[in-house]
């Protein structure tokens, strides 16, 4: 697979790009005595750049709340290369299906950006969901939230153009890794959208001259947050505006 890596050089606070806290959101937002209750059942974890937590069809051995890292969905079509349909960071979690009673993964899961996350094994969740009222409630909006991101994703992979496409990438990418430098290659961008590479070339091209980018040798700068946002397809928007009505 194409090689990448995000690394935080400085801290980015551009305009437009929603606060994402230290820690995991979902866990954030339960009461303090269920938090302090389930600290005890998971697992502090390192998650490393490339590694793949759950392959699409394989059964569900854990879950993953990040509070560092982040983790691509992707979906796999017969031999057509794979496509990254979801991205998942401190907002989230990876193993939702198991909400409704699925142990089996719908998605590859990679991990993206190297960090922290919090591990529990799938049985032990499940169980824990009968017990805890609170955390099916916390969760619940989020798999609506996570299921319509994914239709979403869909349609603008469809209709959306690759410049456009990119923009809102380089975004989601920077709100999870909170930096505005990365390090990754064409081939690992075009990977992730599903193009070919010289559509990222130009893409990317025209992005530089409008100078809300900087990339050179695959390091990536994000110059102007708010203008990259103004180039971006609306689904970056529209996912953010998602997660904020149904989850804060």
């Not at 939702?96 to 899961?109: E, F, I, M, N, T």
């Not at 989020?142 to 990119?166: D, G, K, N, W």
């Not at 959208?193 to 893409?203: D, P």
Request: charged content about 20%.
């Amino acid at each position: 697979m194409a090689r990448s890596h995000v690394r935080a050089k400085r801290r980015s606070s551009p305009i437009g790009a929603p606060a994402i806290p230290q820690g995991n959101q979902l866990l954030a937002a339960l009461p303090s005595a269920e938090r302090q209750r389930l600290a005890a059942l998971f697992e502090p974890i390192e998650l490393t750049f490339g590694e793949v937590l759950c392959e699409q069809g394989d059964r569900i051995r854990h879950v993953y709340f990040p509070t560092g890292g982040f983790i691509s969905l992707i979906s796999a079509l017969d031999d057509r290369p794979k496509l990254e349909v979801g991205l998942v960071g401190s907002e989230g979690m990876v193993g939702v299906s198991l909400l409704l009673g699925v142990h089996v993964a719908p998605l590859r899961a990679l991990v993206q950006g190297t960090g922290s996350a919090l591990r529990m094994g799938a049985t032990r969740f499940s169980d824990v969901l009968k017990r805890s009222p609170a955390l099916r409630r916390a969760l619940n909006p989020y798999l609506y939230v996570l299921m319509s991101q994914l239709a979403q994703m869909a349609a603008c992979t469809r209709f959306h153009v690759v410049e456009a496409r990119l923009a809102r990438w380089l975004l989601m990418t920077r709100d999870r890794a909170r930096s505005d430098q990365f390090y990754l290659t064409q081939e690992f961008i075009a990977y992730m959208l599903g193009v070919r590479r010289v559509g990222i070339s130009r893409a990317a091209g025209t992005l530089q001259k409008r100078k809300l980018i900087r990339y050179s040798r695959g390091h990536m700068t994000i110059l102007d947050g708010r203008g990259l946002e103004a180039a971006s397809c609306g689904c970056y928007a529209a996912g953010r505006d998602l997660y904020d009505r149904h989850m804060h």
